[in-house]
């Protein structure tokens, strides 16, 4: 695990984008996002690079929520990044649909994720009491929450996540500090090339 720490906001969103940027230049890159407020200026940052339209972005999870919500993870990567190739969770369908509709645009190896971690220890949507940490076959899972407004969760499973060529963990705040250490986050320090980003 690399960890680089920031104390300044500009230089985490310049330092995050940079990485995101560069696997953008990658034949094919295939790059799967987060939502929530941590990657948000980061992808506006990466708006800006013509880079980026070389890529197809993929979901690491979604809220079983109307598309245009505001808690529409979608809703904030379109918002924020303009992508120009963005492949996601319909969650216009029903909930097994939906996941097998993605589940069969997923590319084999992702060249880069890019996850957060709450403080509860959970990364995409795969919450410490959740069937789906353990999940070994199936790349995609339907997940619950009580803790959050939206209970349905769409996400990507480990297989997918720890498969990918590169993971890049963003996290924010003194509360986030041993974040990555709780199970199931720390399912990730497994993975040979995982960057972790923290502003202080």
């Known amino acids: 695990m690399n960890t680089k720490t920031f104390s300044q906001e500009a230089d985490f969103i310049k330092e995050s984008a940079k990485i995101i940027l560069e696997a953008c230049k990658l034949p094919n890159a295939k790059i799967a996002l987060s939502g929530g407020q941590t990657p948000e200026p980061i992808l506006k940052e990466l708006s800006h690079h013509v880079e980026k339209d070389n890529a197809t972005f993929y979901q690491v999870d979604e809220r079983y929520t109307e598309k245009t919500s505001p808690d529409s993870n979608q809703k904030m990567i379109r918002d924020s990044l303009n992508p120009k190739n963005f492949i996601t969770f319909d969650t216009s369908l029903p909930i097994e649909e939906a996941l097998s509709n993605y589940q069969n645009q997923l590319p084999n190896q992702f060249d880069l994720i890019v996850l957060g971690i709450g403080t509860d ?75 972790v980003h923290f502003l202080v």
Not at 125 to 139: K, M, Q
Not at 149 to 164: A, Y
Request: glycine share 2%.
């Open 121 to 195: 220890g959970h990364t995409a949507s795969l919450f410490p009491n959740s069937p789906a940490t353990e999940e070994e076959s199936s790349p995609v899972a339907h997940t619950q929450t009580s803790e959050f407004t939206i209970p349905d969760r769409l996400t990507l499973t480990f297989p997918p996540i720890l498969h990918s060529k590169k993971i890049l963990v963003l996290l924010k705040g003194q509360n986030k500090i041993d974040a990555i250490e709780k199970f199931p986050a720390s399912k990730l320090l497994k993975h040979q090339n995982l960057q």
